[in-house]
């Protein structure tokens, strides 16, 4: 059907967006969550962002394997939020690769009947990270959002709170 890709930065208002995107495709409607509630402050975080998506989103919560989960969801939209933390996700997990994933998890997205709507962070316009993994990091996830933005059909750019289009 369609990619979209709503991304910027911390507290821009993404996911809020993505979500209204993904009203206006259909009733049948899939939170793909790739967080994981590892300390009480995620699992506050979680918890709003529940809130805020009230029931008329099926919640499916996939850290890594999110290229299946997009492929098995049977909806009119789909939001995976976040890009970002899934990437983190797998790059902290032993025997991963990102490249492979990154390209199972797009691709998924593209055959898709469904409209995909991936929510990202944008890490690159920051100070460069003073370590390896944090540079490692911002350079995955600057691919990443590239090759999301290449195939998707829009793209957006969420600036305090107001959604620009780019593509």
């Known amino acids: 059907m369609a990619v979209i890709l709503v991304g910027g930065g911390a507290r821009s208002g993404k996911s809020r967006y993505a979500l209204e995107l993904a ?7 899939v939170f793909l ?3 994981q509630p590892l300390d009480h402050e995620m699992e506050a975080r979680i918890a709003r962002h529940r809130a805020e998506r009230a029931p ?7 850290p890594l394997e999110v290229g299946d989960a997009i492929a098995r969801a049977d909806a009119d939209a789909i939001v995976v939020d976040c890009l970002t933390l899934w990437l983190s996700n797998v790059m902290l997990t032993f025997g991963r690769d990102v490249n492979r994933d990154s390209e199972k998890l797009i691709g998924a997205a593209r055959e898709s009947r469904a409209a995909v709507i991936l929510v990202t ?3 690159g316009c920051g100070l460069v990270p003073d370590n390896t993994v944090g540079r490692d990091f ?3 996830a600057g691919i990443l959002n590239q090759r999301a933005a290449s195939v998707a059909e829009e793209v957006y750019w969420m ?3 107001q959604p620009l289009r780019v593509k």
């Open 121 to 123: 962070n944008e890490v």
């Open 56 to 62: 008329e989103f099926t919640t499916i919560e996939e």
């Open 159 to 161: 600036v305090f709170g």
């Open 23 to 29: 009203r206006k495709r259909g009733p049948r409607l």
């Open 138 to 140: 911002r350079d995955y």
């Open 33 to 35: 969550a790739t967080a």
